[in-house]
């Protein structure tokens, strides 16, 4: 995929692998918005000349209040980058779990499908453009101290090979961002390092 000359949103971009991709996109030309929850992390973003803007993927209202404020500076937007992830530890032995299993699920697919819904119509009026998708090399081998972070990956696998189908013919670039498989550390993603892979690679 070309990174040269882009518009780019990246959700969830404050760390790790979203904050390097996007000093990549930056390096290459491009014009890059980081979006996230922490307004100390985007304030120091903004002044490294990044554009910023506060969203919570778990909030349908955030999500889209995000999307208008983006595509009111940015109407060029051509590219989705879909970062935001936690990874906690279950027992599931333990009925207790539920509640961090909820919160995954919530963060690391449901809020990637939020995000994409929410800009998915302006690339398609664009007739050009690109998502990315951000899975893990867990979500494709077992991983019993934390199933429902590699359940929530396998999910967004699944759903990114789904969208590149009924997007197709549509212009729309759709590609899946797969770091090297080692575990995540239980708390916000994005430590991990990361490699590219084509659409449908298993991880190494």
Not at 34 to 41: E, M, N, V, Y
Not at 64 to 73: E, K
Not at 170 to 193: A, F, K, Y
């Amino acid at each position: 995929m070309d990174i040269t000359n882009r518009t780019v949103f990246i959700a969830g971009a404050t760390s790790g692998i979203g904050l390097e991709l996007a000093r990549r996109f930056a390096a290459a030309g491009s014009s890059v918005v980081l979006g996230g929850r922490r307004a100390d992390l985007l304030d120091r973003l903004a002044a490294e000349r990044f554009g910023t803007v506060p969203i919570d993927v778990t909030d349908q209202d955030s999500v889209g209040r995000a999307r208008d404020t983006i595509l009111r500076s940015h109407p060029g937007l051509d590219t989705i980058v879909t970062m935001s992830g936690i990874g906690m530890p279950e027992d599931l032995r333990d009925p207790a779990h539920f509640g961090a299993a909820r919160q995954m699920i919530d963060t690391n697919l449901l809020g990637t499908i939020r995000v994409i819904d929410a800009f998915t119509p302006h690339l398609v009026g664009r007739g050009a453009g690109a998502v990315i998708t951000v899975t893990s090399g867990i979500g494709f081998l077992p991983f019993p101290v934390m199933p429902t972070y590699a359940a929530s990956k396998a999910a967004v696998h699944a759903y990114t090979e789904a969208l590149r189908a009924q997007l197709d013919g549509t212009g729309i670039e759709v590609s899946e961002l797969v770091p090297r498989l080692s575990p995540p550390r239980p708390s916000r993603l994005g430590s991990t390092p990361a490699r590219s892979t084509s659409p449908s690679s298993p991880p190494r």
